[in-house]
């Protein structure tokens, strides 16, 4: 028994390497993930979590957060006061990684090994030539010029419900059960904190909880809003968060839904395009009130953002991502482009599920 008791310290990191083992085979089968996690394991967790977090206002999320950030700190002060000792410190804090560690990856985490969307989706995976790319953008550009509207304010209860409705709809296509818990998006708590480190929402896995930045502008919030809410779906790439939020706001019955989308899917598209013989034709293509949008935009951020902690929190960003088997890090954001351009190229997918472009 004293055995026993000596080494119960030993169960979390134990537990926590066990864990680690099963990420390492779970990155050799991301069928069995997609079929046992993703489908019917992490649903019924998400419907849990949120349930329970969507009972309290503010985030629990922020919360848990700060309590980790403080833990070392009294660990500190409770050692050079001799209330602790060093050696009972490392165990209660090594303990307590082990926990958030074995939490993440069972609450939400195991859906980094998931199958990639053109898998997941049926969606037809193509490298697309450069003409094909540069006519893509002119009517993708031609399309953004249209839809431009008023985003001077907007009612933020409306825009959830809408994009509530456009996943419902859209739920088969995406290969999810709809509704998969409660997604109502919470205010970051230091959200001048995170705006510096140009962060406009987060997905909280240990409590299931939707973050959307204070900060961020109107014209912003329904793509920010639907990207969250992806991640609340059990999708853990950007780039696949990026394309979910694309398309559900692009099929929304509201404009202002559809423009939020389509604008800042473009940045990605223009990023892309730097280098191309035609670029600058592309970029004079923009109507003079959707580049005052983005000078808007890119304005509100460049005063928010601190580019000391904007660079600390891209490459601590860009590690975690590489970590959890996305390769191309913190450049998966962009690779919503090919996702787009699949999507939109696959008439063949479009046809099957009916999917027409408002």
Known sequence: MRIKTKYKWLILPVLAGAVFMLTLFFRQHPGFVETWYAQKIYPHLASLLSTISHVFPFSLDDIFYTVLILIPVILLIQIFTKQIKWKA?????????????ILFYVFWGFNYFRSPLPNRLGIIDREPNTEEFVQFIHQYVAE???????????DKAETDRLIEESYQQLAPVLQFGYPMGKRPDKKITFSSFYAKSGITGYFGPFFNEVHVNK???PIEYPFVLAHEKAHQLGVTSEAEANF???????????????????LFISFHFFRQ????????KLVAEISPEVQADINTITKHWNKLRNATMDKTASKLNDAYLKHNNIKSGIKDYTGVVDHVMNFSLDSAFQQRNGLVPR
């Open 244 to 262: 979910y939020s694309w398309l559900v706001c692009t099929h929304s019955s509201s404009q202002q839904i559809r423009y939020s989308a389509k």
């Open 215 to 217: 900060k961020i502008l």
């Open 89 to 101: 410190a490392g165990k209660f804090l090594l303990n307590v990684i082990a926990t958030v560690y």
């Open 273 to 280: 395009a730097r280098g191309l013989e035609d670029y600058k």
């Open 144 to 154: 953004l010029n249209q839809l431009h509207c008023n985003f001077d304010t907007i």
